[in-house]
């Protein structure tokens, strides 16, 4: 059975650093685009990142970008997101989830779930203090 489960989360500074990582049993990271979302409390889940299992090509939203970079190691099946110059704005449940779609998610806007499948982790909480 395919899995995806997220680690690296914890309390952290502001202006601090985590790495997360995802777990990805199940996929071929060498064909499986994977994305890496966020929730905040009382605010809708937000797509931050994601890499194309083809090519390695990524994608950044622009509330993350410069900050937080996603990499994966087929060899591992793990994907990672690293997450610098943390704000008490990034705190969140932070889930890598896979796309269950043909296209690249780096070409489509794949975060919107409404129209798009993805299968999910359980998530990590990252919370930074101010």
């Known amino acids: 059975e395919a899995q995806l489960v997220e680690s690296g989360g914890g309390l952290v500074q502001a202006g601090g650093s985590l790495r997360l990582s995802c777990a990805a049993s199940?996929?071929?990271?060498?064909?499986?685009?994977i994305g890496w979302f966020r929730q905040a409390p009382g605010k809708e889940r937000e797509g931050v990142s994601c890499i194309s299992g083809r090519d390695r090509s990524t994608y950044y939203a622009d509330s993350v970008k410069g900050r937080f970079t996603i990499s994966s190691d087929s060899a591992k099946n793990l994907v990672y997101l690293q997450i610098d110059s943390l704000k008490p704005e990034d705190t969140a449940v932070y889930y890598c989830?896979?796309?269950?779609?043909?296209?690249?998610?780096?070409?489509?806007?794949?975060?919107?779930?409404?129209?798009?499948?993805?299968?999910w982790g359980q998530g990590t909480q990252v919370t930074v203090s101010s």
């Open positions: 199940g996929f071929n990271l060498d064909y499986n685009d």
């Open positions: 989830a896979a796309l269950l779609e043909s296209f690249s998610c780096t070409v489509v806007d794949a975060f919107d779930t409404s129209r798009y499948l993805w299968y």
